[in-house]
């Protein structure tokens, strides 16, 4: 007992004189970026405290956490009976920047995207990083990883290592196995960066892709899976790519579209043949055997009929087998149904019983309508620049109102219609009570366009142009705009201001002034004038519309083998017209409609008043109709169109000749040259126009590349006359062809190569390219 008490008399002594020291001084040393008072706050021992060595560690540990440090010493000294404790430091400098070295394969733009962090501070904003996707996990991945990295502040170990695994992340993807990445700190006050060298080293590429045992689907279809790609002189693709990790996960997808498509038994196997630097994939599938729908079960629909939930979408699933997407589909279609009356929080339960034995697959749905919601608040982000009342004067839906889901698409689609924003979203926050609130969320586009560039049709051949255009004019919602376009067969120069909601009414006032000039084969046309035009919005989707034109217009440079029609418009005459519309618009999109309807009747009469000595009425009728293809869901874009006119003088006048229809060319009968889809003058084969036109045609764009590019089949027919009795099937011309649609955030650019289906005089070429350009830069 003796010797044990001999032996823990030393510790009982060095806690019992630990303890009873006073900490006298905390002192900071090697502090260079961390504030001495940041640093002190983080020390949980304080001066004038007892002394304890388990609050020391602990402090030393919170230090660590915060990711300040790269180390932390702790040492003491004594006083007398006193400790002074010396915290000796070595912190990280706050990162303003990162660069990338020996990056030659990835630039560091394209890396500073793939990795989705800003490499200076300011330079992204994260909502930037989602711009054009929608919303996913990997989408939100990618913004939760900007906002966490925002440089201007201490970047931790850690998060330097992150950001090195992602360089190496990003190098694999791209072929690059081998990459080494290092990294060093580069402290400078106020400037301090991160170097991260990287050896690239050699890449590995994919030599072909083989693929066995699949019998259902093609290798196109599973290859459009597949993030790894094959050797392909086509596609320009001469050195795709070979990752390991990528392609593991490519086989992941395959499976599960197999299993989506009712073959839930496939499996997916693999292997690799390495020659040099480059790999042959070789891919086999046992597809095993195909399950089939037994049943879709509905239970708790109070509101709808199992029929109207359904729809026609499992009479349309062929052969009836077992598909993910068709179930996806019933459930869409019912969430659609109930939240246009409201029901906005309907919850489906699903539950698939799989009967091995049978190959079936029954699904039973459970359905909890809950009850209507209604709009508590409507929250407006994102406009920097436009006022909330230019998009609050759009929105269908109010609050204390119902809320339909019909009406917040109808107003996402108003604002998006605008053309002021980039994109627009209209988001519920769910609540407990009935009581939603919503967030009208807006990306801003440049609105203010200074526009160089060129452009290009069959009319007015190549020219150039300088605009500058200011929509959303001071954040109201108005557009001015002044524009100079030349070339040398084109002149428009035009200035013009609208006034949207004009008294906080739906009535939009365009003032214009211009002056064109259009150079034809023989004869040039120029028109000078001013318009004012009255429009008002009177019911959805439909605008009313009245104005005034007041023109100057001149007819010179008539060639000599001019067509007799044209000569006799030389010199020059005023017009003077009164112009009325109807317009009714239920297309999706201004740009690039897939659905809805454009439907537009205008009526212009020339009267001899102020000086005009023009008599003439003009009626014009169209009507174009979009859908999407209703039966396979291939993204299918189908587009039907019809325009009739007709333009007779009155008081023994004459129509003139720029007011007469020209069928053929660019907009109306693709395959023939402008105009000589209608009369020709008998001598000179020139189209001198006609006083009628009927023109039809149809049009299929299918996606090539996501909604960026599509390919297009087309026909059209039509044809420009002078008296009923010309209007005969045989008469009218026709042109097919197929063509190309590159989507841009100002307007399609399109080209065509149509065949004609009648020659005619002056135009005897089979086929014609036609060509619509706007390039901005």
């Known amino acids: 007992m003796w010797l044990?008490?001999?032996?823990?008399?030393?510790?009982?002594?060095?806690?019992?004189?630990?303890?009873?020291?006073?900490?006298?001084?905390?002192?900071?040393?090697?502090?260079?970026?961390?504030?001495?008072?940041?640093?002190?706050?983080?020390?949980?021992?304080k001066q004038g405290s007892l002394y304890s060595p388990d609050i020391v560690r602990e402090s030393i540990r919170r230090m660590y956490r915060t990711g300040f440090f790269d180390n932390v010493e702790v040492y003491e000294e004594r006083v007398g009976e006193d400790v002074v404790l010396i915290y000796r430091v070595k912190d990280l400098p706050v990162i303003y920047k990162i660069e990338f070295v020996g990056n030659r394969k990835i630039k560091s733009d394209e890396l500073e995207r793939k990795i989705g962090i800003e490499t200076e501070v300011g330079k992204i904003e994260p909502e930037e990083l989602i711009k054009g996707f929608t919303s996913a996990p990997a989408v939100e991945e990618r913004l939760e990883i900007q906002r966490r990295l925002r440089l201007g502040r201490v970047l931790t170990r850690e998060e330097l290592e992150f950001i090195k695994r992602k360089i190496v992340e990003a190098y694999v993807k791209e072929g690059y196995s081998n990459v080494q990445v290092n990294y060093e700190l580069v402290p400078k006050k106020g400037a301090s960066k991160v170097v991260y060298r990287i050896v690239e080293g050699e890449p590995e590429y994919v030599k072909s892709i083989n693929f066995t045992g699949n019998r259902t689907f093609s290798r196109g279809r599973l290859l459009g899976l597949m993030e790894t790609k094959p050797v392909s002189l086509l596609a320009f693709r001469l050195k795709p790519p070979y990752s390991e990790d990528v392609l593991r996960e490519d086989l992941r997808k395959v499976r599960d579209f197999y299993r989506s498509e009712g073959f839930l038994e496939a499996e997916i196997d693999y292997s690799v043949r390495k020659e040099g630097n480059r790999y042959e994939i070789n891919i086999k599938i046992q597809e095993g055997p195909r399950y089939k729908l037994s049943n879709l079960n509905i239970e708790g629909n109070t509101l709808y009929a199992y029929s109207e939930l359904v729809g026609d979408l499992l009479r349309k699933n062929r052969g009836g087998y077992y598909r993910r997407e068709v179930i996806d589909r019933v459930k869409e279609n019912i969430r659609r149904r109930y939240s246009e009356i409201g029901y906005l929080g309907v919850f489906i339960e699903e539950k698939e019983v799989v009967d091995r034995e049978s190959k079936r697959v029954s699904v039973n749905m459970n359905l909890r309508e809950g009850e209507p919601v209604y709009v508590s608040r409507i929250e407006v982000q994102g406009n920097y620049e436009s006022r909330d009342y230019v998009i609050r004067r759009e929105l269908r839906f109010q609050e204390g109102e119902l809320a339909n889901q019909r009406e917040i698409d109808r107003s996402r689609t108003r604002v998006f219609n605008l053309g002021y924003y980039q994109d627009v979203s209209i988001d519920p926050f769910p609540a407990e009570d009935k009581n939603w609130d919503f967030t009208a969320r807006v990306r801003e586009r440049f609105t203010g366009q200074f526009s160089i560039g060129l452009g290009y049709n069959q009319v007015t051949g190549v020219s150039g142009f300088i605009s500058l255009r200011k929509g959303n004019f001071l954040g109201t919602g108005d557009i001015a705009g002044i524009s100079l376009s030349y070339g040398s067969k084109y002149r428009d120069n035009s200035l013009s201001y609208t006034r949207k909601w004009f008294l906080n009414q739906p009535i939009d006032l365009t003032g214009s002034v211009y002056d064109r000039r259009v150079e034809y084969t023989t004869y040039t046309v120029e028109r000078t004038g001013v318009d004012f035009i009255f429009s008002r919005e009177f019911a959805e989707f439909w605008r009313a519309s009245a104005g005034i034109s007041i023109q100057r217009v001149r007819y010179k440079d008539i060639s000599p083998d001019a067509s007799a029609l044209v000569k006799e418009e030389a010199g020059t005459r005023q017009s003077r017209k009164f112009i009325f519309g109807l317009t009714r618009d239920t297309r999706d999109n201004y740009l690039f409609p897939s659905t809805g309807a454009l439907t537009e009747l205008n009526y212009s009469v020339a009267v001899?008043?102020?000086?005009?000595?023009?008599?003439?009425?003009?009626?014009?009728?169209?009507?174009?109709?979009?859908?999407?293809?209703?039966?396979l869901d291939t993204g299918l874009i189908l587009s039907f169109k019809g325009a009739f006119g007709i333009v007779e003088p009155y008081g023994g006048a004459k129509v003139p000749l720029d007011e007469r229809f020209f069928v053929g060319g660019d907009f109306t009968v693709r395959g023939y040259k402008y105009g000589y889809a209608g009369p020709l003058d008998p001598n000179t084969k020139d189209p001198i126009g006609a006083k009628r036109q009927l023109i039809l045609s149809a049009e299929a764009n299918y996606p090539l590349y996501k909604n960026i590019l599509y390919g297009a089949v087309f026909y059209d027919t039509g044809l420009g006359f002078n008296d009923w009795s010309e209007l005969k099937a045989q008469n009218l011309k026709g042109g097919f062809g197929v063509g190309i649609r590159f989507i841009t955030p100002f307007a399609p650019i399109k080209l065509d190569w149509a065949v004609k289906t009648k020659k005619v005089p002056g135009d005897t070429s089979r086929s014609r390219i036609h060509f619509v350009l706007g390039v901005f830069f």
């Open 4 to 45: 044990l008490f001999r032996a823990l008399l030393p510790v009982f002594l060095l806690v019992g004189f630990s303890l009873g020291q006073v900490v006298k001084e905390v002192r900071v040393e090697g502090a260079q970026y961390v504030p001495e008072d940041v640093i002190v706050g983080l020390i949980n021992i």
């Open 608 to 631: 001899p008043v102020l000086g005009g000595n023009e008599k003439f009425n003009k009626i014009t009728l169209s009507h174009q109709q979009f859908f999407k293809d209703p039966w």
